[in-house]
């Protein structure tokens, strides 16, 4: 199942969603495993080259597509994208006074023994301070950029899978800050990494090999899905605008029926 998701990942990116548009802004519910920008010419589809073709006419009349708030190519969720130079601007104002709100959902490894969680660690690239195999990852460091993340634990839930482990939670996570992975470190940090994580998950050294070689039975028995189990569900212009999205169908698979 989890080598299907992988397989049809380039069809899924054709079929993002329009949550919510105007002249200024479009709302969109991206897929996991699809690029926010290109990495290099010629590369897979990217949601905002798709957009680019989506919008060819306000861009030939000199709009633009700058999106607001990038994920990880495999974050799914809500992603806010401006049409104009001025709503760039705008939107870019907001998010620097921490006005534009995000909340994400995260299922994780384990039972959180609280409730609530306030988690302020400074975050760095890791290879700044310690080798590391892994260019991008990042790392907890007091020389870092402050980060702050707040975590409530929705649910917990019990899954056999071929571990052995069997607890798990659904996280929301409300990032404060806007740091590369800061969710994912921030969660790691206090023992409950998100499934399917490659690089803050079980090791490492998975996201490796799965460079190497791709999806392989043994990356999903360690792994247990082939992305990172987080998800953009709400964005909010202060209290002008807010927008939505459901857990999409893998994560909601991957819970069963509670």
Do not use: C
Request: no cysteine; hydrophobic share 40%.
């Amino acid at each position: 199942m989890a080598a299907t998701a992988v397989e049809n990942a380039n069809n899924i990116s054709r079929h993002f969603r329009i949550v919510d548009e105007t002249d200024d802004y479009v709302v969109v519910d991206k897929p996991a495993f699809l690029l926010a920008h290109p990495t290099k010419p010629n590369g897979p589809a990217t949601l905002w080259k798709e957009l680019r073709e989506l919008l060819a006419f306000e861009v030939a009349n000199g709009g633009q597509v700058s999106i607001v708030n990038r994920l990880d190519r495999e974050t799914s969720g809500l992603v806010l994208v401006a049409k104009t130079t001025a709503a760039a601007r705008r939107f870019g104002l907001l998010m620097q006074q921490r006005r534009l709100k995000k909340e994400y959902f995260a299922i994780v490894w384990g039972w959180p023994n609280w409730e609530t969680r306030v988690v302020e660690a400074p975050l760095d690239r890791q290879g700044k301070h310690q080798q590391s195999a892994i260019w991008l990852k990042q790392t907890i460091d007091p020389a870092g950029t402050a980060a702050r993340t707040d975590f409530h634990a929705d649910r917990r839930f019990n899954k056999s899978v071929p571990s052995g482990q069997n607890r798990f939670s659904l996280i929301r996570a409300v990032p404060l800050t806007g740091r590369t992975h800061q969710i994912r470190v921030h969660l790691a940090s206090t023992g409950h990494p998100i499934v399917g994580d490659k690089i803050y998950g079980p090791d490492e050294q998975l996201y490796l090999r799965f460079i190497q070689t791709g999806w392989t039975p043994e990356l999903e028995r360690q792994l247990l899905l082939p992305r990172h189990a987080l998800h953009s569900t709400k964005l909010a212009l202060d209290s002008e605008i807010e927008w939505n999205s459901p857990l999409p169908v893998d994560l909601v698979d991957f819970m069963g029926a509670l």
